[in-house]
C-alpha cells in the first residue's frame, strides 16, 4: 500500500530505523572514541518488548514496509530475538533488518534468521586485523569474520557490509575490498564519513567524498542500479564479473535528501525526522497500552509536516547528534 506518512515535499516514508539501545561494546573512532557513556536522559530505560510491538504496529499500519534495528549495538540487548519476532508480526512489514558490529554473529545469527530476521548489515571498516582493532578499540577481527559467514551458513543469501570512508585511514584499501566481494554475495556500502558534533576534528582531518570512489567505479566498468521505495540511501553499483556489489551513502552530494524515505525511533522512543535534525517528537507516553493506538499513529503521521526539505551538514549543523549511537546512525 502507498505509506500514509507524507511530508510537505510529497515524500513518502516506507523504512523505519528503530533503535532499541545506544549501548555499544566497540569504541569506534568516528562513533564512540572514548567508549559508552551513559546519556542519562531517561530514567524509564530503553524501549520495551511491548513498547517496540506497539511502535512497529503504528508504523506498518501507516504503510511502513522495512524496519532495521539499530544502536547502540542493538545485539547486546538479551530480548533481541523477542524484538525481532515482535516486529514479525507485523504482516506488512516485508523486510527486518539488523546493523550490527557482528561480534555475536557466529553464535547468534540462525536464531536471528529463525526469529524472522531478513537482512543483515555488519559494520566493517578494514579487512586489516591489526587496522581493524586501531579503528574499532576491539581485537575481535576473526570472531566478526567468522559471523559474516556463519550468515551465509543460516539462509542469508546476501550480507550487507558497512565501512566508513576515511582519508589516510582506508580510502586507499579499494583494491583489498574489491578482492573480497568479487566471489561473494556482498553488497559493500561505503559510507561517507559525517560530522558529528563531537567528531568535527576528526571530520575535519579524514573526511574525503564519496564521488571519488564513484568516479573510479564507473572508470572501471561498474554499472549503477535503479533504487526501491524502500531501499536505504545507498546509490548501488554491480558488475557482471563480481558476485557482491558496491553501495555509496553520501549525504554531502547535493540532492542527497530529495529520495530521503526514512524515519527514526530512538531507544527511548522519541520519533526523529532526520539523523541531524533537533529535538524529537515524544511517542512513549502513547507505548503504555494498547488503548492509544489511534492516537499514537496521528502523532507520527502529524510530525511529518515538520520535516525540513534537508539536514545542513554543509553548514557544520549537525543537530542533537552528538555521536552516531545515539538516534543509531
Excluded at 508504523?59 to 530475538?81: I, Q, Y
Excluded at 542500479?225 to 546509490?235: E, F, T, V, Y
Amino acid at each position: 500500500m502507498a505509506s500514509q506518512l507524507t511530508d510537505a515535499f510529497a515524500r513518502r516514508f516506507y523504512y523505519l530505523r528503530l533503535s532499541i539501545t545506544d549501548v555499544c561494546n566497540f569504541r569506534c573512532t568516528y562513533c564512540l572514541p572514548d567508549g559508552y557513556r551513559p546519556s542519562g536522559v531517561s530514567n524509564k530505560g530503553f524501549l520495551t518488548v511491548d513498547e517496540v510491538r506497539r511502535v512497529t504496529r503504528a508504523f506498518s499500519a501507516l504503510g511502513t514496509e522495512k524496519v532495521r534495528l539499530t544502536g547502540g549495538e542493538p545485539t547486546l540487548r538479551r530480548d533481541f530475538t523477542d524484538i525481532i519476532a515482535t516486529v514479525r508480526e507485523n504482516p506488512a512489514i516485508r523486510q527486518i533488518a539488523v546493523t550490527t558490529n557482528g561480534y555475536r554473529m557466529a553464535r547468534d545469527v540462525a536464531s536471528w534468521r529463525d526469529a524472522g530476521l531478513t537482512n543483515i548489515n555488519v559494520s566493517l571498516d578494514s579487512l586489516d586485523a591489526r587496522q581493524f582493532h586501531a579503528i574499532t578499540g576491539q581485537d575481535k577481527f576473526h570472531q566478526v569474520m567468522g559471523g559474516i559467514d556463519a550468515a551465509f551458513d543460516a539462509g542469508f543469501s546476501r550480507v550487507k557490509v558497512n565501512t566508513v570512508l576515511m582519508r589516510d585511514v582506508n580510502h586507499h584499501q579499494l583494491d583489498t575490498f574489491l578482492a573480497w566481494i568479487k566471489p561473494r554475495r556482498i553488497q559493500l556500502r561505503v559510507i561517507e564519513l559525517m560530522e558529528t558534533g563531537e567528531g568535527s576534528e576528526l571530520f575535519r582531518k579524514h573526511h574525503i567524498s564519496g564521488m571519488v570512489l564513484r568516479d573510479e567505479l564507473l572508470k572501471r566498468g561498474w554499472l549503477h542500479q535503479l533504487r526501491q521505495r524502500s531501499d536505504g540511501p545507498a546509490q548501488v553499483f554491480c558488475h557482471p564479473d563480481y558476485e557482491g556489489e558496491i553501495g555509496l551513502i553520501m549525504p554531502y552530494e547535493k540532492d542527497f535528501c530529495a529520495s530521503c524515505n526514512r524515519l527514526r525511533v530512538s531507544s527511548i522512543g522519541k520519533l526523529h525526522l532526520c539523523l541531524f535534525g533537533e529535538g524529537g517528537v515524544e511517542l512513549r507516553d502513547l507505548l503504555a497500552d494498547d488503548h492509544q493506538q489511534a492516537a499514537l499513529e496521528s502523532r507520527i503521521a502529524a510530525a511529518l509536516t515538520h520535516k525540513k526539505q534537508t539536514h545542513f551538514l554543509h553548514q557544520g549543523n549537525t543537530g542533537i547528534t552528538q555521536n552516531l549511537s545515539y538516534i543509531g546512525g
